[in-house]
């Protein structure tokens, strides 16, 4: 729960308020014409730049309060502040799955003076030596997210493993295998020119762009993405996400026959999906040697009952 938490947004958060208190420390975060993939270029200060004389990262210590209460404002809707038009609702809330990003320019290592977390070259997994960890709370302080937690039992931070074991062995981690919504995806994300567009991730992020980066103007650049909702005004969406939200709801609402296959796929497997294919009827996953590890039928099957049963109509 403290490291894999869901939050109810616009208000929720764990610790409180975590992502507010940052952007109002951060200032005007612009986005306007560039090269980006939706045509805009990030023009404020990322935590790094914005970094106070002595820090690494511009960042805050949450006091012990703002932890308690972790479902607080659970489920709690508000209005928005301008008038949505349809598709967007006027009063909204949705829920924001949180795990460590495993950013690939960490805050959290930078920040910290005992150089005891570490990013792991084999596959970007961000961890943490206990052994090392004298509980100094700069990676709580510095990392835009708070996802490391100072334990006031043992006086060291813990955070967010990524299940490193199973993945390992190529299984996928326990909030994935675990969730009953199948809403998550596990895979391997390739730069941008290095793309493979039979590889799930490359095929959301970098493909279709339908799945996008929280906070993206922090500068971190977390390996966590999320498909946002429709529903939501999307003023608030392009702060959280960036500018690249429209084309993401637009190529969602109306997939291709690729995209509506993979997302087929989602939480299908306790194998992690190296590749992928959609033919006219399903949507395939193989492993990382290219062997069939999953097949889901794009149109499940319709059954009707023979008669002699009694409980049909």
Not at 285 to 294: M, P
Request: proline residues 9%; hydrophobic residues 30%.
């Amino acid at each position: 729960m403290w490291w894999n938490n869901v939050e109810t947004k616009p208000f929720g958060g764990y610790p409180q308020h975590w992502d507010v208190k940052l952007l109002e420390k951060l200032g005007p975060q612009k986005w306007e014409k560039g090269e980006g993939d939706s045509g805009k270029t990030y023009q404020g200060k990322t935590i790094f730049e914005a970094a106070p004389k002595g820090e690494v990262a511009l960042g805050y210590l949450p006091e012990d309060k703002e932890w308690r209460f972790p479902n607080i404002y659970e489920d709690t809707s508000t209005p928005w502040k301008d008038k949505a038009t349809l598709p967007s609702h006027d009063t909204f809330f949705f829920y924001l799955q949180r795990i460590c990003n495993h950013c690939t320019y960490p805050a959290c290592a930078a920040a910290c003076p005992r150089k005891a977390i570490y990013k792991r070259k084999e596959d970007g997994i961000v961890l943490i030596d206990q052994e090392r960890c004298r509980g100094y709370r700069k990676c709580v302080e510095q990392c835009p997210y708070k996802k490391p937690m100072y334990n006031p039992q043992t006086r060291i931070s813990e955070k967010c493993i990524a299940c490193y074991p199973r993945v390992e062995q190529d299984t996928v981690t326990r909030c994935i295998a675990a969730c009953v919504g199948k809403i998550r995806l596990q895979g391997w994300i390739n730069l941008p020119e290095k793309i493979e567009a039979d590889n799930p991730m490359d095929y959301l992020v970098h493909v279709a762009k339908v799945a996008l980066p929280s906070y993206p103007q922090f500068g971190t650049e977390p390996n966590v993405f999320y498909i946002p909702p429709r529903w939501v005004p999307r003023g608030y969406l392009k702060q959280l996400f960036g500018p690249g939200v429209e084309n993401a709801i637009e190529r969602y609402s109306d997939p291709d026959p690729d995209l509506l296959g993979l997302l087929q796929l989602f939480g299908t497997t306790q194998q992690i999906i190296e590749k992928f294919r959609v033919t006219e009827k399903d949507a395939i996953g193989y492993d990382a040697h290219k062997r069939e590890i999953i097949r889901v039928p794009l149109e499940d099957p319709i059954v009707i009952r023979p008669p002699i049963y009694h409980n049909i109509t």
